[in-house]
């Protein structure tokens, strides 16, 4: 089975940028995985900030982005606001399974 | 607007069983893959079974093949996973999530799960 691999923690300055990626143990990744991105706060279910590599729902904040990057998925925040401060996971599809990355613990500080 | 209900959850002991159930409102149930996700409180997410839109195709992650059941009624809009020989290491919050690679994932509430003796 695919390993999923993520940052463990990343610290942004409020206003700041930051990257976070999502690494496939089967190679690059590619629109064909099909990447999530969910953002959970404590004791919340997760919901979807990104799907399909790049979309975006109606309640995902303008300054959250999705793409694929240096063989990677990628999750931009540009601008953070201390209410990003969360755990931030990603997902990817393996014909008819999926796995999730470990996880990112971001921090806005 | 989407809404996914989950029911069930509790305590079992080891070697024991337990049905989720979920209720979907808000899109056409029977057009969507439904999957059930599980987290050990402070850990990762762990991604468990998906069941295709007509229930033709189903799919489990190793640590749960031949003891979980994923199953789905399209009259009724709901989901289920029949959780037989419980295990310890099956304690976890277990999620309902209707997520079809293309579209937007929705997520129930959460079904806490302890297999305790």
């Known amino acids: 089975q695919a390993v999923v691999t993520q940052e463990p923690s990343l610290t942004v300055s409020p206003g700041g940028t930051v990257t976070l990626t999502c690494d496939s143990s089967t190679g690059a990744v590619t629109s064909g995985h099909h990447p999530y991105w969910f953002q959970q706060k404590p004791g919340q279910a997760p919901r979807t900030l990104i799907y399909?590599?790049?979309k975006k729902h109606s309640w995902t904040p303008a300054r959250f982005s999705g793409s694929l990057f240096g063989g990677k998925a990628a999750l931009t925040l540009s601008g953070a606001q201390p209410e990003d401060e969360a755990e931030y996971h990603c997902l990817l599809s393996y014909s008819g399974a999926w796995v999730f990355g470990g996880g990112t613990k971001l921090t806005v500080l | 607007d989407v809404y996914v209900v989950q029911s069930g959850g509790g305590l079992v002991q080891p070697g024991g069983s337990l049905r989720l159930s979920c209720a979907a409102s808000g899109f056409p149930f029977s057009h969507y893959w439904m999957n059930w996700v599980r987290q050990v409180p402070g850990k990762g997410l762990e991604w468990v079974a998906s069941i295709s839109h007509d229930g033709s195709e189903k799919y489990f992650v190793d640590s749960v093949k031949g003891r979980f059941t994923i199953s789905r009624d399209n009259t009724k809009d709901s989901g289920y996973l029949q959780m037989n020989s419980l295990r310890a290491e099956d304690t976890a919050v277990y999620y309902c999530?209707?997520?079809?690679?293309?579209?937007?994932?929705?997520w129930g509430q959460g079904s806490p799960v302890t297999v305790s003796s």
């Open positions: 399909a590599t790049s």
């Open positions: 999530v209707r997520l079809d690679w293309t579209d937007v994932a929705y």
